[in-house]
């Protein structure tokens, strides 16, 4: 058998045809028989057509090729395969791994982790034990267990870092948490100047709030947990309180960790110290929000040159009254929005008076919830009473009063609520209450208002209101690290451990940011159309067979992408990585 071509020109454009051929001798003739009509064929094709027809006439020897073919083309042999043992085995997801390998390169983390992490006798690099950490808390956020029984196999990180499956385990990855965390602040001043070459982040306004994570367990072994005000509605549980903060474009620039009994307003001074030490002492905006307001907070803060623009604490409108009951002065920053700005007594300050519509209407229907719920209690307090067969403590019924109050609050004082005498009755008390004139008049005009503060006299209160709403990026970033970062519950019992498990949240949330912030990070690697949905379905997989004979094949391959994932969604598109 050999290879036969013929040559055909069709509109203007030439064409190769090949045909295998075998020679049948019919007495003293010779004829050439077409097996089969392979079409056109480039020279790999053509190497493996002639190997197949030497294997059918029984020959062995390597089959010819022309001078200019490649000279791998000649060694490629068909193989027999059975079809119906063909299966795919060992699936792992890829699409989200590969991203967050590309985040980790792109601001620097391995090459930092590398040139930080000392070597020793170790299996496993502990560059690589820090990006399987981080990457398992921004992908599939779970215990370190966890990443080591289960999810680690369910990946291709095992193919994208070279690292087996069975060297990672739940010890190996608590032993990279203790060597990652002595790098907590060199870290963070690496980030901060990736930040500035990837996406020219400048640092002219910090966002500083405080929020709490709370433990599972009684953390005896850690100092700083602490039973405190919990923002997590877990007053039950012990917790930390964190610091973080934050660019105007919400990037993670700096964090600490303070006990769980900490107020928030005690944490202004140190904070802000060491951000300047470690950053320099330039001329910034600090934001922050009414709970870190104190007059001596204020006052150290004035007296280090330092700018601010504070949410003032509610009581402050009662000062501002007038001006609130004034109709002129007022300017609208946006739909249902009106600013008014106020020099301060001395000077030295300014305060913008905000009349928002939106949190007007959620006030009013605010306190006439909590009304209808005093009302209601009162209501059924005094047909107890009536309806009583003998006599009622006079202190038990003040008690329950003082409950009643004590649970809707905000609407508390609208209410003069009296315990009085009564002798007719068999209880021998009387639950009498009226409306407070003064707390509705007053109510009626600070609703939706609240007040800012700040020692920048020259913007003008638009650009002090916009610059203070910034602060919703730090509580979106706290947000982010509670429910898709998953930082809480607290399961380390150790004081280091839950300090290296925050920091792991920390790096995992830079890289969210960092894929958030789009197309520069990937460079070359990102898409230019829109991103997809579920980079998490892009999957690596290895299909096996079997041959005729007893050997068994295998080999790795990529599927075609789909969708990314509601967590990268708002990335700029990433282009999918060849199989």
Request: charged share 25%; aromatic share 8%; with cysteine.
């Amino acid at each position: 058998m050999y290879l036969r071509h013929t040559t055909v020109t069709k509109n203007g454009r030439r064409h190769v045809h090949w045909r295998l051929v075998r020679s049948i001798r019919f007495g003293s003739k010779v004829r050439q028989e077409v097996v089969a009509h392979l079409g056109e064929l480039d020279a790999d094709g053509r190497a493996r057509a002639a190997a197949l027809a030497e294997q059918f006439v029984g020959r062995r020897r390597p089959a010819e090729r022309d001078l200019f073919e490649p000279a791998n083309a000649a060694r490629a042999t068909p193989s027999k395969v059975l079809l119906e043992k063909v299966r795919v085995e060992r699936a792992r997801s890829f699409g989200e791994v590969w991203l967050a390998w590309k985040l980790w390169q792109a601001l620097g983390l391995d090459g930092f982790c590398r040139a930080r992490l000392a070597v020793g006798r170790e299996q496993v690099p502990w560059w690589d034990v820090a990006a399987i950490l981080v990457i398992a808390r921004l992908c599939e956020p779970s215990s370190e267990l966890h990443i080591a029984e289960d999810w680690y196999r369910r990946t291709a990180l095992e193919d994208i870092l070279g690292v087996p499956a069975e060297l990672v385990h739940h010890t190996r990855l608590y032993q990279g948490l203790d060597r990652l965390l002595p790098h907590q602040r060199a870290l963070e001043a690496h980030l901060k100047e990736c930040y500035g070459e990837l996406f020219g982040i400048t640092y002219d306004l910090l966002l500083y709030d405080v929020t709490s994570t709370y433990f599972e367990g009684d953390a005896k072994g850690n100092p700083q947990a602490q039973r405190g005000h919990s923002r997590d509605q877990r007053p039950d549980c012990k917790q930390v309180c964190i610091g973080l903060v934050v660019t105007r474009e919400g990037f993670p620039l700096g964090y600490q960790v303070f006990a769980g009994n900490r107020t928030d307003v005690t944490t202004v001074e140190e904070v802000v110290t060491n951000m300047e030490a470690r950053f320099g002492k330039a001329s910034r905006v600090w934001v922050m929000d009414r709970g870190m307001v104190s007059e001596a907070n204020l006052q150290w803060l004035r007296a280090g040159n330092r700018k601010y623009v504070i949410g003032a604490a509610r009581s402050e409108l009662r000062k501002w009254a007038r001006e609130l009951r004034d109709k002129t002065g007022w300017a609208q920053v946006r739909d249902g929005l009106d600013v008014k700005l106020c020099p301060g007594p001395e000077g030295e300050e300014v305060f913008i008076l905000c009349r928002s519509a939106a949190r007007k209407e959620k006030e009013v229907a605010m306190h006439e919830r909590f009304s209808e719920r005093i009302v209601t209690g009162l209501e059924s307090l005094s047909r107890r009473l009536a309806s009583a067969k003998k006599t009622v403590d006079s202190g038990q019924v003040q008690r329950q009063i003082g409950r009643l109050l004590q649970s809707n609050r905000r609407a508390a004082a609208r209410f003069d609520v009296t315990v009085a005498t009564d002798d007719k009755s068999p209880s021998g008390l009387r639950v009498t209450w009226q409306r407070n004139r003064k707390w509705q008049a007053w109510n009626r005009a600070s609703e939706g208002c609240y007040v800012l503060r700040s020692n920048v006299t020259d913007w003008s209160p638009d650009e002090l209101w916009r610059t203070y709403i910034q602060l919703h990026e730090a509580e979106s970033a706290f947000r982010i690290q509670k429910s898709d970062l998953q930082i809480r519950p607290i399961w380390h019992q150790r004081e280091d451990r839950v300090q290296a498990h925050i920091l792991v949240c920390y790096l995992a949330f830079a890289l969210w940011k960092s894929c958030r912030a789009g197309k520069p990070v990937l460079g070359s690697a990102r898409a230019r159309g829109p991103c997809s949905k579920n980079s998490g379905e892009w999957l690596r997989s290895t299909s096996s067979s079997r041959w005729r004979t007893t050997a068994r094949c295998g080999c790795a391959a990529c599927p075609n992408p789909t969708p990314i994932p509601p967590r990268f969604s708002s990335a700029s598109g990433w282009k999918s990585p060849s199989g």
